[in-house]
């Protein structure tokens, strides 16, 4: 698992740097011969995913085992309760999952 904080600290100096100055050797990815870019993409990438499997995740605990949340009580089956909470976390916070929940 990438470390979340390498990534963010590499991010920062990427988009950070002045046009045509190096500034790379502050990037934690920064090692000699080495394309700190696709490293540090890779590692971005692979969070990225293990954050939507996270959501993914999540959402279908809720489906679950939240069945009573905004239905009156009246629980739904566990397919139609995490769509319904696909729908929910995307208005709500922006998620968007990709693939069945």
């Not at 790379?24 to 890779?42: Q, V």
Request: hydrophobic share 30%; with cysteine; proline share 4%.
């Amino acid at each position: 698992m990438p470390d979340r904080g390498k990534v963010i600290r590499g991010l920062e100096v990427c988009v950070s740097r002045d046009p045509g100055k190096y500034t790379c050797y502050k990037c934690p990815y920064e090692t000699a011969g080495n394309d700190c870019e696709i490293k540090l993409s890779e590692d971005a990438l692979a969070l990225l995913k293990e954050q939507d499997e996270e959501r993914k995740r999540l959402i279908s605990w809720m489906g679950k085992f939240c069945a009573h949340v905004d239905t009156d009580f009246q629980p739904m089956q566990d397919e139609e309760n995490t769509r319904f909470f696909c729908e929910k976390m995307r208005t709500q916070f922006g998620w968007e999952v990709s693939g069945d929940a």
